[in-house]
């Protein structure tokens, strides 16, 4: 058995259905480089599980093995004396079909860990939450953290839009423009009622918002701080835009009150560009020729729906 303190690495898992797929798969490779099928993976980034709507929790492995027996065996140098744990196989592992472990043997390694551990085992409330799952042919073991749905409690603002993102989506683009926010500035120059800044801004992401409609500007600001949150909004076209930034999120417009035709839409990339090295497009229509001819180049991709409604998010660079 490894212990790797010295050398931290997670695992985590996630939860979506088959609408979400596309749209968790570049969350995925955004945070990590890569995506599975297995709704489980393991990596050495470390993310905060509540950022993402598809993550469930994230395991900080603190030992792995050849088989569960040599976790059990080793159960005896996690914990602390006087604290109380609970062990939590997770159910969702890479051990499916024929290989499935069953609730009856997930109850029995769960106790056997707990059992073993320095400190009481507390099944209702424990003070420290372990993990315990299979994964590539090993075994894991680790504290855990569960994620909590923090996006949910914004699905109802004070301003909407019935064509605005979900917020479901504003969460997983926030992170797919900006997984790792450490000296990252980023911009949403048409933020529309901010949806994608309610979401970015309780993830501490340094974004601001702007918008050439002044009553969407005001929506915008309302609904921050309906939500206790802080964030700049100008009202201003993004031609005026002088500043560089990092990553550019454009969520194009077409709705009733801001309809953009494609001269506007291409005003808008083209200066989209100008300000960042990187932009996220949000769009109901394909483009791909149209920012190949305006130096934008299509490094990754998804779809979204929405009821029968969909949008493709681009992630693009500057050629």
Same mark, same amino acid.
């Given at each position: 058995?490894?212990?790797?303190?010295?050398?931290?690495?997670?695992?985590?898992?996630?939860? %979506?259905?088959?609408?979400? @797929?596309?749209?968790?798969?570049?969350?995925?490779?955004?945070?990590?480089?890569?995506?599975?099928?297995?709704?489980?993976?393991?990596?050495?980034?470390?993310?905060?599980?509540?950022?993402?709507?598809?993550?469930?929790?994230?395991?900080?492995?603190?030992?792995?093995?050849?088989?569960?027996?040599?976790?059990?065996?080793?159960?005896?140098?996690?914990?602390?004396?006087?604290?109380?744990?609970?062990?939590?196989?997770?159910?969702?592992?890479?051990?499916?079909?024929?290989?499935?472990?069953?609730?009856?043997?997930?109850?029995?390694? !769960?106790?056997?860990?707990?059992?073993?551990?320095?400190?009481?085992?507390?099944?209702?409330?424990?003070?420290?939450?372990? &993990?315990?799952?299979? %994964?590539?042919?090993?075994? %894991?073991?680790?504290?855990?953290?569960?994620?909590?749905?923090i996006w949910f409690n914004h699905i109802k603002k004070p301003k909407e839009y019935s064509t605005a993102l979900s917020t479901r989506v504003a969460r997983a683009v926030a992170n797919i423009a900006v997984p790792h926010p450490s000296g990252v500035? &980023?911009?949403?120059?048409?933020?529309?009622?901010?949806?994608?800044?309610?979401? &970015?801004?309780?993830?501490?992401?340094?974004?601001?918002?702007?918008?050439?409609?002044?009553?969407?500007?005001?929506?915008?600001?309302?609904?921050?701080? %309906?939500?206790?949150?802080?964030?700049?909004?100008?009202?201003?076209?993004?031609?005026?835009? !002088?500043?560089?930034?990092?990553?550019?999120?454009?969520?194009?417009?077409?709705?009733?009150?801001?309809? &953009?035709?494609?001269?506007?839409?291409?005003?808008?990339?083209?200066?989209?560009? @100008?300000?960042?090295? @990187?932009?996220?497009?949000?769009?109901?229509?394909?483009?791909?020729?149209?920012?190949?001819?305006?130096?934008?180049?299509?490094?990754?991709?998804?779809?979204?729906?929405?009821?029968?409604?969909?949008?493709?998010?681009?992630?693009?660079?500057?050629?």
């Amino acid at each position: 058995m490894k212990n790797l303190n010295d050398h931290p690495s997670f695992i985590y898992t996630f939860a %979506y259905n088959d609408a979400e @797929r596309s749209l968790c798969h570049l969350e995925m490779r955004s945070f990590f480089g890569y995506d599975t099928d297995m709704k489980i993976l393991k990596s050495d980034t470390k993310i905060d599980p509540s950022r993402s709507p598809f993550m469930k929790g994230r395991m900080d492995i603190l030992a792995e093995g050849d088989t569960v027996e040599e976790i059990i065996a080793a159960a005896h140098l996690f914990g602390e004396e006087g604290e109380t744990n609970k062990v939590i196989f997770l159910k969702i592992n890479d051990r499916q079909g024929e290989d499935k472990i069953e609730n009856k043997e997930r109850l029995h390694i !769960e106790r056997a860990i707990g059992s073993e551990m320095k400190g009481d085992f507390d099944l209702h409330n424990p003070e420290q939450f372990f &993990a315990i799952a299979p %994964y590539q042919q090993r075994w %894991y073991f680790g504290t855990y953290t569960k994620s909590e749905p923090i996006w949910f409690n914004h699905i109802k603002k004070p301003k909407e839009y019935s064509t605005a993102l979900s917020t479901r989506v504003a969460r997983a683009v926030a992170n797919i423009a900006v997984p790792h926010p450490s000296g990252v500035r &980023a911009i949403d120059p048409c933020c529309g009622i901010g949806t994608v800044l309610v979401e &970015a801004r309780s993830m501490d992401i340094d974004i601001v918002g702007r918008d050439i409609n002044p009553l969407v500007c005001i929506g915008s600001r309302e609904n921050l701080a %309906y939500f206790g949150l802080t964030g700049q909004v100008e009202k201003g076209a993004i031609q005026d835009i !002088e500043e560089a930034y990092d990553v550019a999120i454009i969520d194009l417009p077409y709705n009733l009150y801001t309809h &953009a035709s494609w001269e506007e839409q291409l005003t808008i990339l083209k200066h989209a560009k @100008r300000i960042a090295r @990187r932009v996220i497009i949000v769009t109901i229509e394909s483009m791909d020729d149209r920012l190949e001819s305006i130096g934008l180049h299509i490094k990754d991709r998804c779809i979204t729906t929405k009821q029968q409604f969909e949008r493709e998010i681009l992630v693009c660079e500057s050629k």
